[in-house]
């Protein structure tokens, strides 16, 4: 699918997100505007399993649960079923597991990476999470391992990229969602730290770059207070989704969700999208 350019009555240049992400038999959103994500960060189950019902009065259009918060992480039987939990409560909306690596900006945690994989395995085989998230550095026999087991069970796989350092360059960003297509992720996703604001250009201009050349959706996002520009604007440059604070925050840089709704909504009206 590539992107479809044209000009509205007001003269405004349009450039239609066309890449939308797709859950087995459902297309998500409309391609007009990002859809918003809310990270769930509690430790606990009861933490978490409140922080679902405060979140969804809010509307997000998709979940996050960042399992690597999670103090019972390390026991396979209770992830699985509280992400039933969740999914209970989130009815329609889709969750994504993610447990960002430490070297990646996460939290550490106690489990192995054969134990990680294990985990996102069962976790797909349980059916409870409609996408996983996996860093793409990791070994490529992983990647590859939950790529297979994500699509023998319908569900959808990010491949990401991480960077709470600094924003590399045009060519080496870009070529992490490259890696990510030509690695058969279903969305590609890079999360950069801004150190000046050109670096701000740099993501802007390598999300536009992807959404008029590569196939899948991407996502992407500079952290932090200037990356919180990108955060907003991101999806008029081809940013399939932003993160949002629905109750609490999982980087730096991340708005509340009513903010973001608010500024998504000018957005709209002003290039007209409505
Ligand atoms: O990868 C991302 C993006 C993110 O790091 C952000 O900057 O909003 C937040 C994480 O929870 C998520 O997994």
């Not at 960002?100 to 192995?112: D, H, P, V």
């Not at 959404?211 to 520009?229: C, D, E, F, N, R």
Request: proline share 3%; net charge negative.
């Amino acid at each position: 699918m590539s992107s479809i350019i044209f000009i509205n009555e007001r003269g405004l240049i349009i450039i239609k997100t066309t890449k939308q992400i797709e859950l087995t038999g459902r297309r998500l959103g409309d391609g007009k505007r990002p859809l918003i994500c809310t990270p769930l960060v509690g430790k606990t189950r009861e933490a978490i399993l409140y922080e679902t019902e405060k979140i969804l009065a809010k509307q997000p259009d998709l979940l996050e649960w960042r399992v690597d918060f999670f103090e019972g992480i390390a026991d396979t039987c209770t992830v699985i079923d509280l992400a039933k939990s969740i999914k209970h409560i989130a009815k329609d909306t889709p969750l994504i597991f993610t447990r960002r690596s430490f070297k990646e900006g996460g939290e550490q945690i106690s489990l192995s990476e054969s134990q990680v994989v294990r985990l996102y395995s069962a976790i797909c085989e349980s059916g409870n999470v409609d996408i996983i998230d996996y860093e793409l550095m990791n070994v490529k026999e992983d990647v590859n391992h939950l790529r297979n087991i994500s699509k023998k069970h319908g569900i959808k796989m990010i491949m990401s990229y991480h960077n709470f350092n600094c924003t590399p360059e045009v060519d080496a960003l870009s070529e992490k969602l490259i890696e990510a297509e030509h690695m058969q992720a279903d969305i590609a996703k890079i999360a950069v730290m801004p150190n000046h604001l050109e670096d701000v250009l740099t993501l802007l201009h390598v999300t536009l770059d992807a959404k008029q050349k590569m196939k899948i959706p991407v996502i992407t996002m500079s952290m932090g207070a200037y990356g919180s520009l990108t955060r907003m604007f991101g999806g008029i440059f081809g940013s399939a989704v932003t993160f949002a604070v629905g109750e609490n925050s999982s980087a730096p840089g991340q708005v509340p969700i009513e903010d973001m709704k608010t500024v998504l909504a000018i957005l709209q009206r002003v290039t007209g999208e409505e």
